[in-house]
């Protein structure tokens, strides 16, 4: 019997005072399937440090956004290509990997 599966297509809050809002969303929809998954996309948040080419540190959500990684026991699929997904086209670019494939170990 083939074992049914879905595809969450994900766009993360891009401006600040909407990423509490998406993160939330995020843990409430995700806690409830029961079925294995896949999340992809732009999720608009950095985990951590090592994802930005410049020192300024993780985003104020990644804890949040890594806690919630953690707690729905998701895999963060490693990416192969370029290192960053991100960049703001300017002279000396920030980048950042914000875009990312999750899957729950079912």
């Known amino acids: 019997m083939k074992q049914k599966w879905d595809f969450i297509n ?3 809050a891009a ?3 909407n990423k509490l809002e998406f993160l939330t969303e995020l843990a409430r929809v995700c806690s409830g399937i029961t079925i294995p998954y896949m999340l992809g996309s732009d999720f608009n948040i950095i985990r951590y440090a090592s ?5 300024s540190g993780v ?3 990644a804890g949040l956004f890594n806690s919630i990684i953690s707690t ?3 895999l ?3 990416m192969i290509g370029e290192k960053f997904t ?3 086209n300017h002279s000396d ?3 950042e990997i914000l875009d990312r494939v999750l899957v729950n170990k079912d």
């Open 93 to 95: 670019p920030t980048l």
């Open 10 to 12: 994900v766009y993360g």
């Open 15 to 17: 401006h600040e005072e």
């Open 59 to 61: 985003h104020r959500h």
């Open 72 to 74: 729905l026991d998701l």
């Open 86 to 88: 991100w960049s703001n």
């Open 76 to 78: 963060d699929i490693h």
């Open 51 to 55: 994802e930005k080419n410049k020192d």
